[in-house]
């Protein structure tokens, strides 16, 4: 764990001293480069590792340079899929970590806080992209201006089906239920595509629903959007999701799974189009385990573990039947994900197979990456050339799942020895409990908590529900009615302020609420409109 945390402060100090505000250190020059848009885009994405790694004073210290420094309302062009997992993410996380961290939290918190109103404004330059007659969003949208008019409609599967987890957090903590909305119908969208087989493609055009690449597989393209059907259901606690995924799962099995490896097949015949092993599946035998399919994850895994053995890495692409990498696809660009697929089978199995790959890892990195500033992303695994690049997702997500897998009683794996310790209270009054286990990791391990989700949704509902019953029960028949109506009334009617939230007009700045929850009861919503009369 020593190891690890040395390893995140000479990235991150370099990232500092050498790069910010630019998104990207770039290592072997000691500079920085905007890459995914241009809001210190490593920052963000670290800023919630630095918790996970104990780091309270650094964390608040950048939490609030990020709410002084960082502005959406930016000319620039930016990945929709890129923006959501990073930005939106990582803002979210660090709203919900923020408590943890000691900082000062607003009444009412998690339902309320300057990050989660960052989250929001981040999102909602998002939104726009999603306005298109099938529901499913372009790729790429300005945050000054909207989708290009020259914009191409062709996007690829994970940037269609990657919001749920994101943009349902957003809906449920404030209240506003057009995100999970367009990330539903996104979903749906895209479930209706699949071939006869069951089986969805690579790239298709969101206009026409045609399908333009049709190889289906798990890697790169389609990987994160069978994982948000699994950690969104789990998550939500929703039934559609899961089903759907077990649909597809059991047509991944049937068609494209040889020898524990998952090769690319045409999706409408499910003849094998590429017998290639991309790194990006490596999250897959992560995700079986939380279906608790153990034997075929573990067996998968030691696939993939053979092949870093191989190289000290895992390049791009590999070839299966030809045991090398594929030209032009030799490079490791020090991603998470076989590290992200042995904390969740250590987790499940106690087996020291995955402590033993966190250890390789570790070595290798910092035998073939590490720079006098930083960390660089290996060009070719063959002779261990490097790129002037450190990605963002190395601090957010490497360096977290490797510290986690070494960290069994870490407050996000439910506590261990902390136990009772690690709860915190929110909410109305305090009346939720939080932090008690359970966190969704998001695709850039941003771990979002259900326990807030339910807090600032249907808690208020069921205290509603329940305060109306019992009303009921106390009451003589006859005036029962009027008189919890009224109750209700006083109970629950808004803070001053709080239901223009609803009619926010173009620029306009939200404010923050003076109390309590933004989730306002249906009567105030209405009364946006006009006068709401409540009697009979």
Request: with cysteine.
């Amino acid at each position: 764990k020593q190891r690890i945390k040395s390893m995140f402060y000479h990235a991150y100090n370099s990232y500092l001293d050498n790069a910010f505000p630019y998104d990207e250190l770039r290592p072997l020059t000691c500079d920085g480069q905007d890459t995914w848009g241009s809001f210190s885009l490593t920052l963000i994405d670290a800023l919630d590792t630095l918790l996970v790694l104990g780091n309270r004073t650094e964390f608040q210290r950048v939490a609030s340079l990020l709410q002084n420094t960082v502005d959406f309302d930016i000319d620039v062009n930016a990945s929709v899929f890129e923006t959501n997992i990073r930005v939106v993410g990582g803002l979210l996380s660090a709203h919900l970590l923020a408590g943890r961290a000691g900082m000062e939290l607003e009444p009412g918190w998690p339902c309320s806080g300057p990050l989660l109103r960052m989250a929001e404004d981040a999102a909602r330059k998002l939104l726009p992209a999603f306005q298109t007659p099938t529901g499913m969003p372009y790729g790429t949208v300005n945050l000054l201006h909207g989708v290009s008019a020259t914009e191409t409609p062709v996007t690829c599967t994970a940037g269609v089906g990657t919001f749920i987890l994101e943009f349902a957090t957003l809906s449920r903590l404030t209240g506003d239920e057009t995100f999970e909305n367009v990330a539903r119908r996104a979903l749906r969208a895209l479930w209706k595509t699949r071939s006869d087989i069951g089986l969805v493609g690579n790239h298709i055009d969101i206009l026409t629903k045609k399908w333009v690449a049709q190889d289906a597989g798990i890697g790169a393209g389609v990987d994160s959007y069978f994982e948000y059907l699994v950690k969104g259901a789990i998550m939500l606690q929703d039934e559609e999701l899961l089903s759907m995924f077990r649909e597809y799962d059991q047509a991944i099995q049937n068609y494209t799974r040889f020898d524990d490896w998952y090769l690319w097949v045409q999706m409408h015949k499910g003849t094998v189009s590429m017998p290639v092993f991309q790194s990006l599946e490596a999250f897959w035998p992560g995700l079986q385990s939380l279906l608790g399919n153990l034997d075929s994850a573990a067996r998968t895994f030691q696939n993939y573990y053979s092949v870093w053995r191989q190289f000290g890495g895992l390049p791009e692409f590999y070839s299966i039947p030809q045991g090398y990498t594929v030209d032009k696809r030799e490079g490791y660009p020090l991603r998470p994900e076989l590290i992200e697929s042995a904390m969740y089978l250590f987790r499940a199995t106690g087996d020291h197979t995955y402590l033993q790959l966190g250890l390789d890892a570790l070595e290798s990195i910092e035998r073939i990456a590490k720079t006098p500033c930083g960390y660089a992303s290996v060009k070719d695994l063959r002779d261990h050339q490097l790129d002037n690049r450190m990605e963002s997702f190395f601090l957010a997500e490497t360096i977290k799942y490797l510290y986690l897998l070494f960290d069994p009683n870490h407050f996000l794996h439910g506590g261990g020895t902390e136990g009772v310790g690690s709860w915190e209270e929110g909410g109305e009054g305090g009346q939720c409990v939080l932090g008690a286990g359970g966190f969704i990791f998001n695709t850039e391990a941003h771990p979002l908590d259900p326990a807030a989700l339910y807090c600032c949704s249907r808690h208020a509902q069921d205290r509603q529900e329940l305060r109306d019953i019992l009303l009921h029960l106390s009451q003589p028949a006859g005036k029962s009615g009027h008189q919890s109506k009224q109750h209700a009334e006083q109970t629950e009617r808004p803070p001053p302020g709080q239901s223009d939230s609803i009619a926010l007009k173009p620029g306009e700045r939200k404010t923050s609420p003076l109390l309590s929850c933004p989730v306002q009861p249906f009567n105030a919503r209405f009364s946006v409109l006009g006068q709401v009369f409540t009697e009979n």
